[in-house]
T-cell receptor
Framework: DAGVIQSPWHEVTEMGQEVTLRCKPI?????LFWYRQTMMRGLELLIY????????DSGMPEDRFSAKMPNASFSTLKIQPSEPRDSAVYFC???????????????FGDGTRLSIL | SQQGEEDPQALSIQEGENATMNCSYK?????LQWYRQNSGRGLVHLIL?????REKHSGRLRVTLDTSKKSSSLLITASRAADTASYFC???????????FGKGTMLLVSP
């Protein structure tokens, strides 16, 4: 079975531009998570979805960030306008079971390396 | 805030030696998980230990959990150069389907 697929692998753009990151979760997984990883702050949860519905977006740093999940096989994370401090590696992860089932290993994509100049 | 904190931040050993990494956390958990991240890749789930378990094995991995001390350890036996990676512990957040990750231990295994 294919894993979580993210695109692009690397994006370099200028400050002020719109950035769109894409994610295809593992088929059959009910949960999708977006994370940001930096050296200073480690891995931070930005937002997560359950059955395509955003459940908690309290980790989204600013209104410049938005995420959508129009269907079970696709999600986007947008930054508009982008700023240099948004430079980081962004990961998407999916899982099949929630906490109620007591077993929630997450499957990660290989990330998008975002550089804002 | 970080729930899990790994110790040490970095560890350098020779092939064949054992590597031990520790994780401390602050609040009650349902389970604790360990992940590995190779350079330039996403995190990969290694092992999950539930709060009512004290020890778990998977191949060369041994995980312990002490809920009274709010700590866990990951032991990699007979390490190989391919074990070079960052290792993260992650704790679940009771009532939510999310995990909180520590900042990781960077393990370097030299041939």
């Amino acid at each position: 079975d294919a894993g979580v697929i993210q695109s692009p692998w690397h994006e370099v753009t200028e400050m002020g531009q719109e950035v769109t990151l894409r994610c295809k979760p593992i088929s059959g997984h009910d949960y999708l998570f977006w994370y940001r990883q930096t050296m200073m702050r480690g891995l931070e949860l930005l937002i997560y979805f359950n059955n395509n519905v955003p459940i908690d977006d309290s980790g989204m740093p600013e209104d410049r960030f938005s995420a959508k999940m129009p269907n079970a096989s696709f999600s986007t994370l947008k930054i508009q306008p982008s700023e240099p401090r948004d430079s980081a590696v962004y990961f998407c992860a999916s899982s099949k079971l929630g906490w109620q089932d007591g077993n929630q290993p997450q499957h990660f994509g290989d990330g998008t390396r975002l550089s804002i100049l | 805030s970080q729930q899990g904190e790994e110790d040490p931040q970095a560890l350098s050993i020779q092939e064949g030696e054992n590597a031990t990494m520790n994780c401390s956390y602050k609040t009650s958990i349902n389970n604790l998980q360990w992940y590995r991240q190779n350079s330039g890749r996403g995190l990969v789930h290694l092992i999950l230990i539930r709060s009512n378990e004290r020890e778990k094995h998977s191949g060369r991995l041994r995980v312990t959990l002490d809920t009274s001390k709010k700590s866990s350890s990951l032991l990699i036996t007979a390490s190989r150069a391919a074990d070079t990676a960052s290792y993260f512990c992650a704790t679940d957040n009771s009532g939510y389907s999310t995990l909180t990750f520590g900042k990781g231990t960077m393990l370097l295994v030299s041939p």
